[in-house]
Nanobody, 124 residues
Framework: QVQLVESGGGLVQAGGSLGLSCLAS????????MGWFRQAPGKEREFVAS????????LYADSVKGRFTISRDNAKNTVYLQMNSLKPEDTAVYYC?????????????????WGQGTQVTVSS
């Protein structure tokens, strides 16, 4: 079992930056693929980014590529999402996710572990 707790959400103006963190419980964090999804009001939850257990492989949604960076620190059991050049359409609840294994996926059903989410609001 993995428990995930996100932090770092908030309100930012368009063009600004915000960093999210996700602290995972458990001693096997380094064996998990980690990911971030988001859900905007009235929309379906969508993939944002994922990172391999080593941090050497990453995957991004086209909508955030070049603006967001996912990273992890296995010694701290933490995965990060650095968000730059934020747009109003990035407004959503952001969820941290985890799955055992080495493959990266962009689909919700591949991730059995989810955090409670943190709100990110980008004003225009």
């Amino acid at each position: 079992q993995v428990q995930l707790v996100e932090s770092g959400g908030g309100l930012v103006q368009a063009g600004g930056s915000l960093g999210l963190s996700c602290l995972a419980s458990g001693r096997t964090f380094s064996s998990y693929t980690m990911g971030w999804f988001r859900q905007a009001p009235g929309k379906e939850r969508e993939f944002v980014a994922s990172i391999s257990w080593s941090g050497g492989v990453t995957l991004y949604a086209d909508s955030v590529k070049g603006r967001f960076t996912i990273s992890r620190d296995n010694a701290k059991n933490t995965v990060y999402l650095q968000m730059n050049s934020l747009k109003p359409e990035d407004t959503a609840v952001y969820y941290c996710t985890a799955r055992s294994g080495s493959s990266l996926y962009a689909t919700i059903r591949q991730y059995p572990y989810w955090g409670q989410g943190t709100q990110v609001t980008v004003s225009s």
